[in-house]
């Protein structure tokens, strides 16, 4: 494992500093998804506009081939991730699907990365967030190649391949990306683990607000009814 520098005698941290602490700076909550989540995971697809939807799946998905396609998801091969807000909403979601067993003769091991995100979540770097998560994922699992396929009009998507280093590669209204990502290391293991614990923690902590909130609310429309005259006995 590298080392890191030495300090100069300077109060400013060292560049490995900064990139951790802009990392978990902007550090966003991100969730594995299960098959429990699957009704959410339908709802937050169904909720794309027309555009959206034919920017995520490359065609104009229909109402029923959203459906499917969410229905369908493998939770047992593949990796899916979630973004949740305080109403436990899920606004955000990546896809890691793996190629399926035996990889193809002569190509590394690889994973497809797909993601959407509502309208209302937009412009927080979710998307990018959810990229950096699943390549974080996938080099963990001895994935060395993370791959894109989207629409060349794509611009946001093809954005976050290129800033993450990819190669993109375009054919007419197709674009491709590859990312070769780095062996996985102890750093990125105790990362990824810890990143999904506290992700856990912040869930719980938002569905106990949520809770109490919901308690709150109950009492102070009792209380109101009553202070209206709803607990008030028959006129004489």
């Known amino acids: 494992m590298t080392q890191p520098p030495e300090q100069d005698g300077k109060d400013s941290p060292q ?13 966003v909550p991100i969730r594995s998804l299960a098959r429990r989540h699957r009704k959410r995971i339908k709802d937050h697809l169904l909720a794309l506009g027309e555009r959206d939807r034919y920017l995520r799946f490359g065609y104009p998905a229909t109402d029923e081939q959203v459906t499917k396609y969410a229905l369908g998801l493998d939770f ?3 990796e899916v991730l979630g973004i949740f807000n305080r109403k436990l909403e899920l606004v955000a979601m990546a896809h890691l699907a793996y190629e399926p067993l035996p990889q193809r003769i002569g190509k590394p091991a690889m994973a497809e990365f797909g993601v959407s995100v509502a309208e209302k979540a937009r412009g927080r770097g979710f998307g990018a967030r959810l990229f950096e998560h699943a ?7 001895g994935i060395e190649t993370l791959f894109i396929h989207a629409l060349s009009e794509n611009a946001p998507m093809l954005k976050i391949a290129r800033s993450a280093g ?13 990312l070769r990502l780095p062996p996985d290391t102890v750093a990125s293991h105790v990362g990824e683990a810890l990143e999904r614990h506290l992700a856990e923690v912040d869930f719980t ?12 609310d109950g009492v102070a429309e009792v209380t109101q009814h009553l202070g209206d005259g709803g607990g008030k006995g028959p006129k004489p």
């Open 15 to 27: 560049p490995w500093h900064q990139a951790v602490l802009r990392r978990w700076a902007d550090w």
């Open 76 to 78: 047992d091969r593949d």
């Open 135 to 141: 390549a974080l994922h996938a080099r963990n699992r």
């Open 166 to 178: 990819a190669t993109v590669e375009r054919d007419g209204s197709e674009s491709e990306a590859w």
């Open 205 to 216: 902590l938002k569905r106990h607000v949520r809770t109490l909130h919901a308690i709150i």
